[in-house]
Structures are given as structure tokens and as C-alpha cells.
């Protein structure tokens, strides 16, 4: 049966590395994505400079937050090796 009530500890414990995982990879990504619509603002003459310094501050906070995103450890795909033939365990790839 399903406890009912406030999470103990155990269970922040366990939340803790994946919450963390997904911080990293929505800074990086979100670095990506600031510093792509910066270009065009960049380019734009009229633009003003308070809002591109804004740009900039955030893409930094991003990029520290995700710099040490490593697509290879996302929990989406994960691949193992019995000796035999690569499985891939996740999402399919679409391949029989």
C-alpha cells in the first residue's frame, strides 16, 4: 500500500541525482537556445543594449549551470552490451 503523507527522506534521496541530471540539461539546452536567438538580435540595429546585456547575463547562467551536460549519460537511451548483440534499452530506434 502507498504511504500517504509528506516524503520521507529516502525518497528525496533518491529524486535528488535525477532533478540534478535534468538541471544540467535544461541549462545546456537552454544555452543553446538563448545563444541562437541572441544572433538575430544581435543583428538587429534597433535592438537595445539593456535587453542584449539581459541575453547575454542569462546565456551565462545557463551555460554555467550545463556545462557539464553529457548527452551520452541522459537517461533516455541506454545501451548494454551482452556479448553477443548491442541492446538498446529506452526508446526505440526503429531498427529490427
Given at each position: 500500500m502507498?504511504?500517504?503523507?509528506?516524503?520521507?527522506?529516502e525518497?528525496f534521496?533518491?529524486?535528488?541525482?535525477?532533478?540534478?541530471?535534468?538541471?544540467?540539461a535544461?541549462?545546456?539546452?537552454?544555452?543553446?537556445?538563448?545563444?541562437l536567438?541572441?544572433?538575430p538580435?544581435?543583428?538587429?540595429?534597433?535592438?537595445?543594449?539593456?535587453?542584449v546585456?539581459?541575453?547575454?547575463?542569462?546565456?551565462?547562467?545557463?551555460?554555467?549551470v550545463?556545462?557539464?551536460?553529457?548527452?551520452?549519460?541522459?537517461?533516455?537511451?541506454?545501451t548494454?552490451?551482452?556479448?553477443?548483440?548491442?541492446?538498446?534499452t529506452?526508446?526505440?530506434?526503429?531498427?529490427a
Amino acid at each position: 500500500m502507498a504511504q500517504i503523507g509528506p516524503p520521507t527522506i529516502e525518497q528525496f534521496s533518491r529524486l535528488r541525482p535525477a532533478f540534478g541530471r535534468a538541471l544540467v540539461a535544461a541549462g545546456f539546452w537552454s544555452a543553446v537556445l538563448l545563444g541562437l536567438a541572441l544572433l538575430p538580435l544581435l543583428l538587429v540595429a534597433s535592438t537595445r543594449i539593456d535587453i542584449v546585456a539581459l541575453f547575454v547575463a542569462c546565456d551565462v547562467l545557463c551555460l554555467l549551470v550545463g556545462h557539464r551536460y553529457d548527452p551520452s549519460h541522459d537517461g533516455d537511451r541506454r545501451t548494454e552490451n551482452d556479448g553477443r548483440q548491442r541492446i538498446t534499452t529506452g526508446a526505440s530506434t526503429g531498427r529490427a
